[in-house]
């Protein structure tokens, strides 16, 4: 038996937490089992821990988690035996499929990505998905052409997960950092991450009649999409890019095409879920070797499965800073 936080139906159609003893024969398919060690709670595990799962959960029960590292415990596949350690982002784990809140995964080979050398699991999960998705971007602008002499990066949504990692990795690569926020009390944090700039959001938000403002940006990781790219859009310098990463902000987006045919601004869309898994490796060294380590203790909450429910529904009223890191052995 192992123990797992399982979302359950009730009669009125609603789903509440549990946390349960369950049979590991009731995993679902897979050829890899994973003894999981680390997971994290991100908005979409707070979308998948509400009542109607937010519009996510396929089916009932489910165990959420849409990430994880641990070790191989058992395998059918000749590209992971026991003891290798690995980790999970995407794929739809923790929607679809049966994610990381449970002390074992079964999952598909395909969807797993060894552990780079010098990086624990706990360490993997401090990054999650979140960190994930942060040097995706920032790969992503660098293989457009940014670089740390061109000026200022915006981050928007910064105080998140993905802002948070964002503005280390980019600050500890050498870039300026203008990291955009709607709590002026996170500016310290922010600093200390490597933010050079405190950006308020309604700054931001500041509605103008001008579909191109003044050259402000060499590029920008934004988490939040909806008015607020929009506006920043006109904001970018000449030939600058865009790695848009979330949709908090909503998905419409109320721009014209004037940046793009007048600036060449770029919009790279980041999309964690499916990327190829040779993309997934490349992006697992990078943060191996290009995240600072020592400023993700000050990123890091630490949380057990008991505490998932109240956290789950605090990160959907933007009420969690930086990352939780869940402990299975806790």
């Not at 590292?69 to 690995?86: I, L, N």
Request: glycine share 14%; net charge negative.
């Amino acid at each position: 038996m192992i123990k797992a936080l399982v979302m359950e139906q009730g009669e009125d159609g609603l789903a509440a937490a549990q946390i349960k003893e369950i049979s590991e024969d009731s995993l679902p398919a897979g050829d890899v089992t994973v003894r999981v060690e680390y997971s994290t709670l991100n908005y979409k595990d707070g979308l998948c821990l509400s009542p109607k799962g937010g519009g996510l959960v396929r089916s009932y029960p489910h165990v959420p988690g849409i990430d994880f590292a641990g070790t191989v415990e058992s395998s059918d596949s000749p590209e992971f035996k026991p003891g290798d350690k690995v980790v999970l982002t995407g794929w739809r784990v923790g929607e679809v499929h049966w994610g990381g809140y449970a002390e074992k995964a079964r999952v598909k080979s395909d969807w797993l990505v060894p552990l780079p050398e010098g990086l624990s699991t706990r360490q993997a999960m401090a990054v999650g998905t979140a960190g994930f998705t942060a040097m995706l971007a920032v790969m992503a602008l660098e293989d457009h052409g940014l670089s740390p002499d061109q000026g200022p990066v915006l981050v928007t949504g910064a105080s998140g997960g993905v802002g948070s990692v964002a503005t280390a990795i980019l600050a500890h690569l050498g870039y300026e950092v203008a990291a955009v926020t709607g709590r002026p009390e996170g500016a310290g944090y922010l600093k200390s991450l490597g933010a050079t700039q405190i950006v308020p959001r309604d700054e931001i938000n500041e509605v103008v009649k001008r579909p191109l403002e003044s050259e402000s940006w060499a590029g920008c990781v934004d988490a939040v999409g909806g008015e607020m790219l929009a506006r920043l859009l006109g904001q970018m310098k000449y030939g600058a890019s865009v790695a848009a990463v979330g949709l908090a902000g909503g998905a419409a987006l109320p721009a014209t095409v004037i940046p793009f045919l007048l600036r060449g601004v770029n919009l790279l869309g980041i999309d964690s879920v499916m990327q190829p898994k040779a993309n997934r490796i490349r992006c697992w060294h990078r943060i191996a070797t290009d995240l600072p380590m020592e400023k993700l203790e000050e990123m890091v909450q630490p949380a057990r499965l008991e505490d998932l429910p109240e956290l789950g529904a605090a990160i959907l009223k933007g009420g969690v800073k930086g990352r939780v890191l869940v402990d299975l052995g806790a």
